[in-house]
């Protein structure tokens, strides 16, 4: 198998069997009200959150909210 070939694979939904699309979704994290643009499954809207936006950004938000 090419590893090429991994990065064109869609991400599915495991519970719908369907593609994720790029969708704003409205997020609540460590008290705060975020609109942002994740993938999700457009049947049952579960979201993917990928380790690197967990471990990087919202990681990055939650330190700087426990600063204030």
Do not use: H, I
């Amino acid at each position: 198998m090419n590893g090429d070939n991994k990065q064109n694979t869609p991400w599915l939904c495991d519970k719908c069997k369907k593609e994720l699309v790029q969708k704003k979704v409205k997020v609540r994290y460590l008290g705060g009200n975020f609109e942002v643009e994740l993938t999700k499954c457009p049947e049952c809207n579960m979201v993917f959150v990928s380790e690197e936006l967990a471990m990087g950004k919202m990681l990055e938000v939650e330190k700087e909210l426990e600063d204030k």
